[in-house]
Every structure is written in C-alpha cells, then in structure tokens.
C-alpha cells in the first residue's frame, strides 16, 4: 500500500491529469475522459473571465461515484460487482432473490453471493425474507428495500 501511495503522489506532483486504478469501472473512465474534454476545450481559449478559471482550477479534483460517496468498501466487497447485484436487484423489486440464484445469475460462488447480500442487508439496502416450505430450514429471500 505504501508504494501505491508513493507512485500518486509522484505521478500527481509530474501533473498527470488523473490517475485511475484498475480494475475501473465504466462511470469512472467516462467521468475522467470528460473532465479531460472539457480541460482542454478551457486550456486552449485564449481569454479566461474569472468563472472559467475557476472551472479550470475545480477540473482537477476528482468528484467520487455515488458508491464511493456511501463508503469506503469493506475487504473482499468489489465496487464493480456490488453495482452488478444492484443493478440485478432493480429489476427485481417484488420477487427478489435467493443466494443460489443470485449466484446463478452472476457467476459468482454461493458464499461470496452470501457476502454481498449480507453487506447489502447491513448497509440497508436490500432486506431479508424468510421463506418457509414444508419441510426443512426455511429459505432467505433477499429483497430491494423500498
């Protein structure tokens, strides 16, 4: 950790414009490449009035995406699959899923659906719904909260 920490600041003080850490999600590079348009489209007027410098100045601080701003993620809790299961679950406002199926959906193993899906429960995102059969222990739904 501390040599990624050595290598932005190094890279920040040279002047990269942005520094993007793989694996990267499709939001976060749209949102980096469209700071940089709108930089450069200002680096090159020739004339700046006080409210372009300003957004000049402000292109530089990066703006985080509305998973970053709820938290920082817990170890072994992935930005990009957490939005993959959301995005899953809002299609499914009613029915919701079970942990099995979220699997099955998502290709991820049993006991890493379950962790995702106990996370969601803590954050209160999504709720869990016991579902009874006749016979044995009854079954976890998990649902969008609402």
């Known amino acids: 950790m501390k040599l990624m920490n050595k290598s932005v600041r190094i890279a920040l003080r040279a002047g990269v414009f942005d520094y993007v850490v793989k694996p990267v ?8 490449l469209n700071r940089y348009e709108r930089f450069r489209q200002l680096w090159t007027d020739e004339q700046l009035d006080q ?3 300003d957004e000049l100045t402000n292109v530089f601080h990066i703006h985080p995406t509305h998973v970053e701003e709820e938290q ?3 170890k072994g809790i992935d930005a990009i699959t957490l939005e993959k299961i959301l995005h899953l679950f809002e299609g499914l406002v009613e029915e919701g899923l079970t942990a099995v199926e979220l699997s ?14 106990e996370y969601l429960v803590s954050m209160n995102r999504v709720e ?4 009874y059969g006749s016979v044995g222990r009854p079954q976890r739904k998990y649902v969008i909260c609402s």
């Not at 099955?104 to 995702?116: F, K, V």
């Not at 869990?128 to 579902?131: C, E, F, P, Q």
């Open 104 to 117: 099955e959906q998502t290709g991820i193993s049993r006991s890493t659906s379950r962790r995702y899906l």
């Open 25 to 32: 999600s499709m939001d976060r590079l749209l949102q980096s």
């Open 128 to 131: 869990t719904r016991l579902i």
């Open 51 to 53: 409210e372009q410098v």
């Open 72 to 74: 920082l993620l817990p």
